[in-house]
């Protein structure tokens, strides 16, 4: 593990799209810096103007607004992180905009690869754009590890978990027009990150009113070990294991890449791991489309476990929540296989969450063909609509 550390700036999907740009960062000034950073969760350190946003998020948008605050790390010390507010167009209801915390889907594990640094937001935009125009108001960390120095610990469910409950905590200090209660939104990465903040709010944050949990594709699951020492990895897969072994060099240091990966995989490792969401080139693409089992071998037992026990303690359902949970999935996910989120929602049914899973035809992205039932549902917590029965078999 890593040793304790005073607070300081340390803080799924693989997709093939043309490069994004990249602007605005840590760097740039806040305006209401306010000196050496309180140590209690939540707190609000500096906000600014954000103003680098892309053509999807300007059309929507009032106003965004950039936020560092402190959270809390793995090993429990306190931690800077950053984030963004977006409002709607328009004037806000009595009351002021529903308000959703949104974890947002890989983005990437490196600093530059925060969605705020992004005017796509790395892949993010089109989901925060739809929540913009049904009159939502969405706060997003960047998650610890993005947008400052320290490495990220990508899947690692209770930190970004904190991170979404602080942002929430940090929106209330700013004069904005936004309800105190939230609703939880996560894409991909993000449904672990906004599942974790659901199961340990009670404790962690309990100001906090969570009317909702909204998991969209959502990586309640990772058994990518498991998957390569069965030979049954995926395209995207392949390209994501430079992530994880990044993430297991969190806790070990010493955990190289070629523990796991071989031939080109092993020599393009560096740089996959290096890119964000939206970076990846037809070359790539092709490392992850020629793979072979041979490409992604354990080299003895140790190594196995190192990813797998990673991987495993950052899996969910760990507990129950009494917060109603909307899951809206693809029936042949490659990239977050459909088997995992199977019994990731067979647990959750079990330890008795009342929540409603919609499987629609399609892969990683099947969630969007039916983008409409996941805004009623969110509209639908705010007006005091009643919870519709669960799904599960009882």
Same mark, same amino acid.
């Given at each position: 593990?890593?040793?304790?550390?005073?607070?300081?700036?340390?803080?799924?999907?693989?997709?093939?799209?043309?490069?994004?740009?990249? %602007?605005?960062?840590?760097?740039?000034?806040?305006?209401?810096?306010?000196?050496?950073?309180?140590?209690?969760?939540?707190?609000?350190?500096?906000?600014?103007?954000?103003?680098?946003?892309?053509?999807?998020?300007?059309?929507?948008?009032?106003?965004?607004?950039?936020?560092?605050?402190?959270?809390?790390?793995?090993?429990?010390?306190?931690?800077?992180?950053?984030?963004?507010?977006?409002?709607?167009?328009?004037?806000?209801?009595?009351?002021?905009?529903?308000?959703?915390?949104?974890?947002?889907?890989?983005?990437?594990?490196?600093?530059?690869?925060?969605?705020?640094?992004?005017?796509?937001?790395?892949?993010?935009?089109?989901?925060?754009?739809?929540?913009?125009?049904?009159?939502?108001?969405?706060?997003?960390?960047?998650?610890?590890?993005?947008?400052?120095?320290?490495?990220?610990?990508?899947?690692?469910?209770?930190?970004?978990?904190?991170?979404?409950?602080?942002?929430? *905590?940090?929106?209330?200090?700013?004069?904005?027009?936004?309800?105190?209660?939230?609703?939880?939104?996560?894409?991909?990465?993000?449904?672990?990150?906004?599942?974790?903040?659901?199961?340990?709010?009670?404790?962690?944050?309990?100001?906090?009113?969570?009317?909702?949990?909204?998991?969209?594709?959502?990586?309640?699951?990772?058994?990518?070990?498991?998957?390569?020492?069965?030979?049954?990895?995926?395209?995207?897969?392949?390209?994501?294991?430079?992530?994880?072994?990044?993430?297991?060099?969190?806790?070990?240091?010493?955990?190289?890449?070629?523990?796991?990966?071989?031939?080109?995989?092993?020599?393009?490792?560096? *740089?996959?791991?290096?890119? %964000?969401?939206?970076?990846?080139?037809?070359?790539?693409?092709?490392?992850?489309?020629?793979?072979?089992?041979?490409?992604?071998?354990?080299?003895?037992?140790?190594?196995?476990?190192?990813?797998?026990?990673?991987?495993?303690?950052?899996?969910?359902?760990?507990?129950?929540?009494?917060?109603?949970?909307?899951?809206?999935?693809?029936?042949?996910?490659?990239?977050?296989?459909?088997?995992?989120?199977?019994?990731?929602?067979?647990?959750?049914?079990?330890?008795?969450?009342?929540?409603?899973?919609?499987?629609?035809?399609?892969?990683?992205?099947?969630?969007?063909?039916?983008?409409?039932?996941?805004?009623?549902?969110?509209?639908?917590?705010?007006?005091?609509?009643?919870?519709?029965?669960?799904?599960?078999?009882?």
């Amino acid at each position: 593990m890593r040793p304790k550390r005073a607070l300081t700036w340390v803080s799924l999907a693989a997709t093939v799209v043309l490069a994004a740009a990249s %602007c605005g960062s840590s760097s740039d000034t806040g305006s209401s810096d306010t000196g050496a950073p309180p140590q209690k969760p939540g707190t609000l350190l500096s906000h600014r103007p954000l103003t680098n946003g892309g053509p999807m998020i300007s059309a929507a948008a009032a106003s965004a607004t950039y936020i560092r605050y402190v959270s809390t790390a793995p090993d429990k010390s306190p931690i800077e992180v950053s984030g963004a507010v977006y409002l709607p167009k328009g004037a806000a209801p009595e009351g002021g905009w529903p308000l959703v915390a949104y974890g947002h889907g890989t983005s990437g594990v490196v600093n530059d690869c925060a969605p705020t640094s992004s005017p796509s937001l790395y892949g993010n935009d089109t989901t925060v754009t739809e929540l913009l125009n049904n009159h939502k108001a969405v706060v997003m960390t960047n998650y610890q590890g993005l947008d400052g120095p320290g490495s990220a610990p990508y899947l690692q469910a209770e930190s970004s978990g904190y991170d979404v409950l602080d942002s929430v *905590r940090a929106v209330r200090q700013l004069e904005l027009p936004v309800t105190k209660d939230v609703v939880l939104v996560g894409l991909s990465q993000g449904g672990r990150a906004t599942e974790s903040a659901a199961e340990t709010a009670k404790d962690y944050a309990p100001e906090l009113k969570i009317l909702g949990d909204v998991l969209l594709s959502p990586a309640l699951r990772s058994e990518l070990a498991e998957a390569a020492a069965t030979n049954t990895l995926t395209v995207g897969q392949y390209l994501l294991l430079p992530y994880l072994v990044a993430a297991v060099r969190y806790d070990h240091p010493d955990y190289s890449y070629d523990k796991l990966l071989h031939g080109p995989l092993l020599s393009a490792a560096p *740089r996959l791991e290096g890119l %964000c969401t939206g970076q990846t080139t037809l070359r790539d693409l092709a490392i992850g489309q020629t793979a072979t089992p041979a490409a992604a071998q354990f080299v003895d037992d140790a190594a196995h476990s190192a990813l797998a026990d990673y991987e495993s303690g950052g899996n969910l359902p760990k507990v129950a929540t009494d917060i109603p949970t909307f899951i809206s999935r693809g029936d042949s996910d490659d990239l977050v296989n459909t088997a995992w989120g199977n019994q990731a929602v067979a647990d959750m049914c079990g330890l008795g969450v009342n929540l409603v899973d919609h499987v629609l035809p399609g892969g990683h992205e099947a969630w969007r063909a039916r983008g409409d039932l996941v805004t009623a549902w969110i509209t639908d917590r705010f007006t005091g609509a009643p919870v519709p029965p669960t799904t599960c078999r009882r």
